[in-house]
């Protein structure tokens, strides 16, 4: 998907670099040249994973660095410690169907790891961003955000039943939300964000749902499912183009509910006064 993209000055931050589609997009860009940071909560199990990609790629440039996403202080100490330009920031760490669990600040676990920490990653990196003038957020979304906008009146599930795949869901449409928000906002620096479902990949995100469920016919390998992410991330048809979401390596066609096939893009995702919305609800959560 990167074939003849150079990407040898160009520094990439990867969450969830160490499992799943993480590693892939994260090698596909090391293929390139790139200069990789895999970000991830457990850095031991990721040192052989950066050893891995260096071994495939022939690129020593790949680092790790510590990161819970779900813990705001971890957020702000990865950010403390970045220095100098940001050309990538695959968000693609995640969380999917929890038990019901909150943060200390009566966050919803997987709305605060899969949207409030890469929003405040995002925030924080933001000059880093800007310092390249041409650079790339690419947001890894999933088809369950067509089971759930986000429910500003009751995000956390302090009101309603707690369903661990509408809040998985609605996480989901956050992601592709930030991408419109973020690309409104900071465009004219240069920067662009596009949200993404890589498709159907057996891992241990689905750990909490017993496996993968999804008929093997039509799952896609680990490489297969960071395609997208690659695409988003290297290719020159995407200069300046931010706001969208795709699937399978193409622009999602809009639809206007779930019909069950779980594909195209909802347009409460891509609703600009919603993605708004989300951004200031965002910014008062952080006390910003």
């Known amino acids: 998907m990167a074939k003849g993209i150079d990407l040898s000055d160009k520094r990439a931050i990867v969450t969830g670099g160490a499992a799943g589609i993480g590693v892939e997009t994260a090698r596909a860009l090391a293929r390139c040249g790139a200069e990789i940071t895999l970000a991830v909560r457990n850095t031991d199990a990721a040192v052989p994973v950066a050893a891995d990609i260096t071994a495939t790629t022939g690129n020593p440039n790949v680092r790790v660095a510590r990161i819970d996403l779900s813990d705001q202080a971890s957020v702000a100490a990865f950010v403390a410690g970045w220095s100098g330009p940001l050309h990538l920031l695959v968000n693609n760490a995640g969380v999917m169907a929890l038990p019901e669990q909150h943060t200390p600040e009566g966050w919803e676990m997987q709305f605060a790891t899969n949207h409030l920490g890469h929003f405040a990653l995002a925030l924080g990196l933001r000059d880093a961003l800007a310092a390249d003038g041409a650079a790339r957020i690419v947001s890894v979304s999933s088809s369950a955000h067509l089971r759930s906008p986000v429910v500003f009146d009751d995000i956390h599930f302090a009101r309603r039943a707690y369903d661990p795949i509408l809040a998985y869901a609605q996480s989901k449409t956050a992601n592709v939300l930030f991408a419109v928000g973020a690309t409104a906002r900071w465009a004219r620096d240069g920067i662009t964000a596009n949200a993404l479902m890589p498709g159907a ?14 008929p093997p016919e039509r799952r896609k390998t680990p490489e297969q499912g960071a395609a997208t992410s690659v695409l988003l991330a290297t290719s020159p048809l ?23 096939s779980m594909t195209g893009v909802a347009p409460y995702a891509l609703d600009p006064g919603d993605a708004e919305r989300l951004w200031e609800v965002s910014l008062g959560m952080l006390g910003l």
């Open 238 to 260: 995407l200069e300046g183009v931010g706001g969208r979401y795709f699937a399978d390596c193409n622009e999602a066609i809009p639809v206007a509910e779930d019909d069950g």
């Open 201 to 214: 990949i057996a891992t241990n995100l689905q750990r909490y749902l017993g496996g993968m469920k999804t």
